[in-house]
């Protein structure tokens, strides 16, 4: 399944949380992953993320996608940094 | 339509880029917005944020989702200050 991953935790586990993020998923843009990953995969990531944050102080977020069929990403100007992205526009149809 | 919008644009920008998407959308964490839109206040959405982005310095990401059928979305710990969302788990099926 296609999953989204976005983050809003405390600046003392930022770091963690997108080290942990980035073993599973592809890093996009400032605290915003996405990926392809399988139930068991996703399973763990949740697992290692629930873990680590707490939850009084941060929040994550994940967009499990079923299928990509009825998605598409449209994207305006260019990636910074860290994310790796060099396309403008994907339609997974 | 679902549209997700995950926007890193300079810090000049942000506040601008911010206020165009919460026009259309809900804010739901740092530099990330959902909302259902039509294909017309997409469109709109779309051309507004392009007349304000900078293409070389800014990125801004739409997903458009023609469905929610296949969508899961799965939240860890509480979200922050401005964002407004009290559920810890939906699913659209």
Same mark, same amino acid.
């Given at each position: ?10 600046? +003392? ?9 980035? #073993?599973? /998923? =592809? ?5 915003f @992953?996405?990926?392809?990953?399988? $139930? %068991?995969?996703?399973k763990?990531?949740? =697992?290692?993320? #629930? +873990? ?16 990509? +069929?009825? @998605? ?6 260019? $990636?910074? +940094?860290? %994310?790796?992205? $060099? ?5 997974? /149809?």
């Amino acid at each position: 399944m296609f999953v989204l991953m976005v983050y809003d935790v405390n600046v +003392k586990r930022v770091n963690k949380v997108l080290k942990i993020g980035r #073993k599973y /998923l =592809q890093h996009i843009q400032n605290s915003f @992953l996405e990926g392809e990953l399988s $139930p %068991a995969q996703f399973k763990s990531l949740r =697992q290692e993320i #629930k +873990k680590t944050i707490k939850p009084e102080e941060d929040c994550v977020r994940f967009y499990l996608l079923r299928t990509t +069929k009825y @998605l598409t990403i449209d994207q305006l100007g260019t $990636p910074q +940094k860290s %994310a790796a992205r $060099p396309d403008t526009s994907v339609d997974f /149809l």
